[in-house]
T-cell receptor, first 110, second 115 residues
């Protein structure tokens, strides 16, 4: 079973628009990470937010974390065609494994 | 700095056969984790190896086994293949297990098809 659940499952936006996706999880975590995957290939780490942090920025990415609601959001601003990919949240519950959600598929239209 | 590499890229096997997948960890990383990603799903943790010993296992049967070598490269072996084993198998390396960040660096994956 998956720890995290992303919402929506799929998202289609115009180039230049912002894309927002959400992740909910079930158990207490040490940190939460977001990864990107292009066309069923390897995952690329985007950003990590620790359980004692509420917001983090990296370039055009903004991540929020609400541990009371067990949820996180990833915002991609000024989207580009190259942002077309699947995005996964992964939780780290102080053990040795990452637990991934099923992902959000983002399509950026030119 | 060399990233995580996996071989082969693609593999086709038939039910009942055995398969070995290989992974070379990123330079300086002593921990390797394996994940199975079925089509349309997120990766599922199989197991992790640290300094040549299994350091945690997910909900996979014993026919999934692994090895880690002194140079920290790793193998995933699957015996008695089943149709449901068809998936993308991802290897990820990290500097140490349970480190503060636990950021994992993924290889490109091996696509296994079981007929």
């Amino acid at each position: 079973s998956q720890q995290g659940e992303e919402d929506p499952q799929a998202l289609s936006i115009q180039e230049g628009e912002n894309a927002t996706m959400n992740c909910s999880y079930k158990t207490s975590i040490n940190n939460l990470q977001w990864y990107r995957q292009n066309s069923g290939r390897g995952l690329v780490h985007l950003i990590l937010i620790r359980s004692n942090e509420r917001e983090k920025h990296s370039g055009r990415l903004r991540v929020t974390l609400d541990t009371s609601k067990k949820s996180s959001s990833l915002l991609i601003t000024a989207s580009r065609a190259a942002d077309t990919a699947s995005y996964f949240c992964a939780t780290d519950a102080k053990d040795y494994k990452l637990s991934f959600g099923a992902g959000t598929t983002v399509t950026v239209r030119a | 700095e060399t990233g995580v590499t996996q071989s082969p890229t693609h593999l086709i096997k038939t039910r009942g056969q055995q398969v070995t997948l290989r992974c070379s960890s990123q330079s300086g990383h002593n921990t390797v984790s394996w994940y199975q990603q079925a089509l349309g799903q997120g990766p599922q943790f199989i197991f992790q190896y640290y300094r040549e010993e299994e350091n945690g296992r997910g909900n996979f049967p014993p026919r999934f086994s692994g090895l880690q070598f002194p140079n920290y490269s790793s193998e995933l072996n699957v015996n008695a293949l089943e149709l449901d084993d068809s998936a993308l198998y991802l290897c990820a390396s990290s500097p140490a297990p349970g480190s503060l960040n636990n950021e994992q660096f993924f290889g490109p994956g091996t696509r296994l098809t079981v007929l």
